[in-house]
T-cell receptor
């Protein structure tokens, strides 16, 4: 158990809808990362938050947004969903920003989103 | 330019043999860390091994070792005595000090262990 909790594990929704994916990081971790993994693809970095602030942005669509709350949990909001958004969405957490390079990112189990 | 390159989409290895999964990286930051993760078919991401840019020796963790060639910017994963349970996707990743802990991942290598 990595200590990172993602809910829900599975989500099936229709095109055009909006969903929210939730992530609770490992206790003490201030950084949260979101990744998208489409079928047979690598991990596409979406966005990183550190202690409530956005730190880095990757290939995140404008229809997607995220935030990190004061209790450090994070939510990824996906709107106007398209078939191509079907993927496994991972949240990962790690420690301090810009210091400990040797600490790995701890991944949640992922949320498998299916858009029909 | 890609930060992490994994050129082997798929690899096969006989059970009990050793296998090397390739990873090259691109950075101008002298301080960085390199990671390997395993993703079995169940989907979770499992951390395997870490190598720091200043580490003098190659990292080892059980049957996993990292062949770190700094001048070539390569960080290949060696799995010794392959087991059927090693069949999975393997991802190489890097973290740079200057980009504040963001993890860059490669596209992965699918390893199949043949009985």
């Amino acid at each position: 158990d990595s200590g990172v909790t993602q809910t829900p594990k599975h989500l099936i929704t229709a095109t055009g809808q909006r969903v929210t994916l939730r992530c609770s990081p490992r206790s003490g971790d201030l950084s949260v990362y979101w990744y998208q993994q489409s079928l047979d693809q690598g991990l596409q970095f979406l966005i990183q938050y550190y202690n409530g602030e956005e730190r880095a942005k990757g290939n995140i669509l404008e229809r997607f947004s995220a935030q990190q709350f004061p209790d450090l949990h994070s939510e990824l909001n996906l709107s106007s969903l398209e078939l191509g958004d079907s993927a496994l969405y991972f949240c990962a957490s790690s420690d301090n920003y810009g210091t400990a390079l040797n600490t790995e990112a701890f991944f949640g189990q992922g949320t498998r989103l299916t858009v029909v | 330019a890609q930060k992490i390159t994994q050129t082997q989409p798929g690899m096969f290895v006989q059970e009990k043999e050793a296998v090397t999964l390739d990873c090259t990286y691109d950075t101008s930051d002298p301080s960085y860390g390199l990671f390997w993760y395993k993703q079995p078919s169940s989907g979770e991401m499992i951390f395997l091994i870490y190598q720091g840019s200043y580490d003098q020796q190659n990292a080892t963790e059980g049957r996993y070792s990292l062949n770190f060639q700094k001048a070539r910017k390569s960080a290949n994963l060696v799995i010794s005595a392959s087991q059927l349970g090693d069949s999975a996707m393997y991802f190489c990743a890097m973290r740079e000090r200057n980009t504040g802990n963001q993890f860059y991942f490669g596209t992965g290598t699918s390893l199949t262990v043949i009985p």
